[in-house]
């Protein structure tokens, strides 16, 4: 499920990316090509700037290399 914020922004999707349908992408995240996102994941962007402007969160390849390699205890996108 992708979903928006009020501000109206939303994730993007390519074709050629799948998100299960209990997992959730709420406000600006971006999934890159041959992504596929795990049942109940839930990926958020919430941060903003001092202007009140949010930088995406994207899922890439490398994130996937990581998950296989290490499994999911080791994926942690909190700052």
Known sequence: MLRKIPSGLSSEMP??????????????VIIEDNIFVVTYAAIRAGEVDANGNMEPVIIRKLV???FRRYGAGRLSFQH
Do not use: D, V, W
Request: glycine residues 0%; hydrophobic residues 45%.
């Open 64 to 66: 996937k290399k990581i």
């Open 15 to 28: 074709a050629k990316a799948f998100i299960e349908p209990t997992a959730i992408a709420c406000s600006y």
